[in-house]
């Protein structure tokens, strides 16, 4: 059988598909569509103990801004990260609810003396239905 294990009814079917897929595979790779290129250097100036300061979001017509932040993984006073700052993007991009966002989209503001970052996302909205 060329290298392959005999299937029996006791193999759980979860390890069954991970002998298949190989082992090299991991589920989130699948989901997770960066915005952000995995390893970037913050060329903002983030340092450990860098903390976000305020996150402002532009171009929001039809959606609160409580609404957004709910779908936010990274909040106003947490540490800077930017993995979560790409997880929060990758949410609102899958909510469907505007364009998709880029990092052009992002501005990220230091502010040295607080040791704070502040975003500002400028969001796009889609056109909506109209007459004619």
């Not at 469907?96 to 500002?120: N, S």
Request: hydrophobic content about 35%; some cysteine; overall charge positive.
């Amino acid at each position: 059988m060329l290298g392959r294990q005999p299937v029996s009814h006791r193999t759980p079917l979860l390890k069954l598909r991970k002998q298949q897929l190989g082992a090299s595979l991991r589920p989130h790779s699948i989901r997770e569509q960066s915005v952000f290129p995995q390893n970037r250097i913050l060329d903002c100036g983030g340092r450990r103990g860098t903390a976000v300061g305020s996150i402002e979001f532009r171009g929001n017509r039809h959606f609160s801004d409580s609404t957004l932040r709910r779908m936010m993984v990274l909040n106003e006073g947490d540490p800077f990260n930017y993995r979560q700052l790409r997880q929060s993007l990758n949410r609102l991009n899958t909510a469907g609810f505007f364009k998709p966002i880029t990092k052009d989209q992002v501005i990220i503001q230091r502010d040295p003396a607080a040791h704070q970052l502040d975003l500002m996302l400028n969001l796009e909205e889609p056109a909506r239905g109209g007459w004619g």
